[in-house]
């Protein structure tokens, strides 16, 4: 079993930065494409952003050029740099691997 504890959300004002992270337990962690993926409240949960165990990232049209993913497998730790944050940008966010394992989430919440 693989757990995930998410870490570095709050509350920010309009223009703001954030930064998340996600520790897995596990040396699996390497193996696995990690993902941030967020819920606001009364929509669908939607992926954010991934990052395959070779690097290779995709992010949602609506993060493009503000929200930077990446990993260190090292320590076993997903990272989401949140720039430029907007009010839409506040959900809970959840970090996954390999959609299979998922952390419980941390609520990020833009002012405008």
């Known amino acids: 079993q693989v757990q995930l504890v998410e870490s570095g959300g709050g509350l920010v004002q309009s223009g703001g930065s954030l930064r998340l992270s996600c520790a897995a337990s596990?040396?699996?962690?390497?193996?696995?494409?990690a993902g941030w993926y967020r819920q606001a409240p009364g929509k669908q949960r939607e992926l954010v952003a991934d990052i395959s165990s070779g690097g290779s990232t995709n992010y949602a049209d609506s993060v493009k050029g503000r929200f930077t993913i990446s990993r260190d497998n090292i320590k076993y730790t997903t990272y989401l740099q949140m720039n430029s944050l907007k009010p839409e940008d506040t959900a809970v966010y959840y970090c996954?691997?390999?959609?299979?394992?998922w952390g419980k989430g941390t609520l990020v919440t833009v002012s405008s």
């Open positions: 596990r040396v699996i962690y390497r193996f696995y494409t």
């Open positions: 996954a691997l390999g959609n299979q394992y």
